[in-house]
């Protein structure tokens, strides 16, 4: 499932993951380690709502 | 301009800018650069490209451009990174951003900086004889924007934080009347940083354990009285929690009178229970002088008449802007007129409750021209839903 950061607007896609985080295409947004910030915004995980 | 010695405001003015971006701005803008001259001489942001004459102008007035060592970009939005590729053309001078900044930067002209800094958040850097630390405050109003905080003078370039679309011959904000000046700033949170209000809260929380003597926005005027700081401090923290306020704000569309009839009716009857209420007829007013007032909302009304089935344009374009600008803890209510589409109204309450309002019961509609007996009916729905029965009526 995809999740929206509420304070940017970026959408985190499993499909895809987050390169530059280290997180391959596959990963849900729930396996995500804590330290996993918005790419956008810097925000943490609990800044993310389903998209 | 002179600020304090040593320090410049380089303010390239926008006189003839009425719209940005949809905005109005009646007074005009100002695109606020910082030369700060010395050891090393630092430029901290710049203006519109259009602004590049009056810009270089001010500086060159100063010292000569190529002397500039280093350039602080705290945004990287066109209307103040709009002239680093020239500054750094004519200087050599050496970049100065977020990193999220230097993403976007390389990203809006298409070019990798050579010499370039990206600042950790909450890093310190001396330049020169000058020493700077910068704060990192995604989303206020871009991922890329920062502030940046000359230790030595207890001063903090703001960025787009605390700043106001005013244009004149005043630098500091204690020139022009407190009212004008605050409403200005009201209006630029409503309509450019209101989303953000959690990223305004770290933003001032990272500078709360700054001593700041003057504050030096990217936009309008300075705020240098101590007063005037800790009061815009205040009120960005009270605007950050999207607190409401004890207006009735009014808003509606009309198309043959109707729907204005009733607008009319509602505002009377807020006046009688002693509400603050304003009315805003949307073929007149702007959006964003709308929105001005939004903070200090409590209870919203809007109109709309029926137009091919669906509620007017200009009331949908603003149901649009407010979704995105994320205004919470007000209530709300709708009314209107319609000839045979009612059914058009229930996408007009969703629309408001999709644009964060909460609505305590359903509109009131009438078809084609209220008459006496429904004008009682909207006075009667306006007093059981949505009017506090605590609200006294009292005589007008």
């Known amino acids: 499932m995809k999740y929206v950061c509420k304070i940017c607007g970026y ?41 | 301009m002179e600020l304090i010695r040593n320090i410049f405001c380089i303010k390239a003015i926008d006189w003839d800018i009425a719209n940005f971006h949809g905005y109005s701005t009646p007074f005009g803008t100002t695109y606020n650069g ?61 970049l100065i951003c977020s990193p999220k900044g230097k993403e976007n930067l390389e990203k809006h002209f298409h070019k990798k900086f050579e010499k370039i800094i990206a600042v950790e958040n909450g890093q310190i850097l ?15 109003h871009w991922p890329d924007s920062m502030c940046a905080y000359f230790i030595d003078k207890k001063i ?5 934080a605390f700043g106001q679309h005013f244009a004149g011959a005043e630098f500091f904000a204690d020139e022009v009347g407190s009212d004008i000046i605050f409403r200005e700033a009201r209006k630029y949170y409503a309509n450019i940083v209101n989303p953000y209000g959690a990223a305004v809260r770290k933003t001032l929380a990272a500078i709360s354990g700054l001593q700041i003597e003057m504050i030096l926005p990217a936009h309008g005027l300075i705020w240098r009285k101590p007063d005037d700081i800790k009061n815009i401090v205040n009120k960005y923290s009270a605007w950050a929690s ?82 995105g600008l994320r205004f919470e803890k007000r209530k709300a209510w709708t009314f209107g007129s319609y000839g045979w589409a009612r059914s058009s109204f229930e996408r007009f309450e969703a629309l408001v409750k999709a644009a964060g309002f909460e609505m305590p019961c359903n509109g009131y509609y009438v078809q084609f021209v209220p008459d006496e007996n429904s004008i009682q009916t909207l006075i009667k729905q306006l007093k059981s839903g949505i009017f506090d029965p605590s609200q006294q009526q009292e005589h007008l």
């Open chain 2, 126 to 140: 001396s330049l020169g004889n000058t020493t700077f630390q910068f704060f990192h405050t995604p989303m206020v």
């Open chain 1, 11 to 51: 959408v985190y896609d499993p499909e895809k993951g987050d390169e530059n985080q280290n997180i391959p295409p596959g990963v849900q947004f729930n396996e995500l380690p804590d330290s996993w910030v918005c790419p956008e915004c810097g925000a943490g995980k609990e800044e993310f709502e389903p998209f």
């Open chain 2, 242 to 323: 999207n607190q409401s306020g004890e207006k009735v704000l009014i808003i509606y569309e009309t198309m043959w009178g109707s729907t204005k009839k009733m607008a009319e009716k509602c505002y009377i009857e807020a006046v009688k229970r002693n509400y603050k209420a304003e009315m805003f007829n949307l073929d007149i007013r702007d959006i964003s002088d709308i929105v001005a007032e939004m903070p200090e909302a409590k209870i919203v009304l809007f109109g709309s008449s029926i137009l091919h089935g669906q509620i007017l344009p200009k009331m949908a374009g603003l149901l649009t802007y407010l979704t």
């Open chain 2, 156 to 160: 903090l370039f703001s960025s787009d």
């Open chain 2, 34 to 94: 910082y030369l700060i001259r010395g050891e090393k001489n630092i430029l901290i942001d710049t203006a519109k490209y259009y602004c590049e004459n009056e810009f270089f102008e001010k500086i060159e007035n100063i010292l000569p451009v190529d002397r500039i060592d280093f350039v602080i970009s705290n945004h990287a939005e066109m209307d103040h990174s709009g002239l680093i590729e020239k500054v750094i053309a004519k200087s050599n001078a050496t």
